[in-house]
């Protein structure tokens, strides 16, 4: 069993920059992947960033590319989604979510990913 707890959000003006954290709680393989979505009222959950555990793999949405950052310090159990650029258009609460394996090509997926934080609110100003 993960547990995942969220933070840093809050509110940032457009053009600012962000760094959330997931910590999580319980055992976490090496062959585990960290992801990011995020969802604004009315809409499908939206994929956000992704990594392995062990850092070989990464991977972006369209809306992320170029401007967010996916890391994590391993010894924290903690991945960081480092946001850059911010729009409008980022806001949403952003969750956090761990999958047992990689999909090649698949890790965009929701059902990919069996633990999932509470999310954390986001709010670009403009």
């Known amino acids: 069993q993960v547990q995942l707890a969220e933070s840093g959000g809050g509110l940032v003006q457009v053009g600012g920059s962000l760094r959330l954290s997931c910590t999580a709680s319980g055992s976490i393989s090496s062959d585990y992947v960290m992801g990011w979505f995020r969802q604004t009222p009315g809409k499908e959950r939206e994929f956000v960033a992704t990594t392995r555990w062990n850092g070989a793999s990464t991977n972006f949405g369209d809306s992320a590319k170029g401007r967010f950052t996916i890391s994590r310090d391993r010894a924290k159990k903690t991945v960081y989604l480092q946001m850059n650029t911010l729009t409008p258009d980022d806001t949403a609460v952003y969750y956090c979510?761990?999958?047992?394996?990689?999909?090649?090509?698949?890790?965009?997926?929701?059902?990919?990913?069996?633990?999932w934080g509470q999310g954390i609110q986001v709010t670009v100003a403009s």
């Open positions: 979510a761990v999958g047992s394996r990689w999909v090649v090509g698949r890790m965009y997926l929701e059902r990919n990913y069996e633990y």
